[in-house]
C-alpha cells in the first residue's frame, strides 16, 4: 500500500476478508483515519472483498495499472 500511495505502482491491491479475519485491521485503519493519523484518501488505496470468488470480480473490473514499471525504484 505504500508503494501505491508513493505513486510506485497502480495495480490494485485486495483484501479478502473471508469470515471477517481483516475486521480488527479495518477497524485500526477506520480508527487512524477518524483520529487524522492517516490521510482519508488513504483508505481508498484498498479494495475489500468477502472471497476468492469476489476478488476475481473486483480483478477483472479493475482498470489497467497505467503507471510505468521502473526496477531501478524498487
Known amino acids: 500500500m505504500t508503494w501505491k500511495q508513493l505513486g510506485m505502482h497502480d495495480k490494485p491491491i485486495l483484501l479478502i476478508n473471508f469470515q471477517g479475519f481483516w475486521d ?7 480508527h487512524q483515519a477518524a483520529a487524522g493519523y492517516i490521510r482519508p484518501q488513504h483508505t481508498g488505496l484498498f479494495t475489500v472483498v468477502r472471497d476468492v470468488e ?21
Open 54 to 74: 469476489a476478488a476475481f470480480d473486483a480483478l477483472a473490473k479493475a482498470p489497467e495499472p497505467c503507471a510505468p514499471a521502473d526496477a531501478e525504484r524498487l
Open 24 to 30: 480488527p485491521l479495518l477497524a485500526m485503519i477506520a
